[in-house]
């Protein structure tokens, strides 16, 4: 069984840019579709971004559209988001996501135990 492993997350200024890293143990995350959810405390969980299992289709959720860019490195099985220009309201747990086709209402059926992200104003 696939497991997954995030971290680069922490505390960073508005403006600033941070890159989480998914690593997969147990298996190999290439032949998955990968992406990241983050949940804000009292919020819903909300769609950041995926990728496909080739790289060759991305996605990103509305919020983060031009801030943040997916990308994967299946040699080592290794998935990433770097965040740009942080907001405040970028502040979140951030999960790594794996599986079929994801999207914000289909996630895949893998995911880590989250990294938190917190964006001081």
């Known amino acids: 069984q696939v497991q997954l492993v995030e971290s680069g997350g922490g505390l960073v200024q508005a403006g600033g840019s941070l890159r989480l890293s998914c690593a997969a143990s147990g298996g190999t995350l290439s032949t998955y579709n990968a992406g990241w959810f983050r949940q804000a405390l009292g919020k819903e969980r909300e769609f950041v971004a995926a990728?496909?299992?080739?790289?060759?289709?991305?996605s990103y959720g509305d919020s983060v559209k031009g801030r943040f860019t997916i990308s994967r490195d299946n040699a080592k099985n290794l998935v990433y988001l770097q965040m740009n220009s942080l907001k405040p309201e970028d502040t979140a747990v951030y999960y790594c996501?794996?599986?079929?086709?994801?999207?914000?209402?289909?996630?895949?059926?893998?995911w880590g135990q989250g990294t938190q992200v917190t964006v001081s104003s």
């Open positions: 990728i496909s299992w080739g790289g060759s289709s991305i």
């Open positions: 996501n794996a599986g079929g086709r994801i999207t914000q209402a289909t996630p895949g059926d893998l």
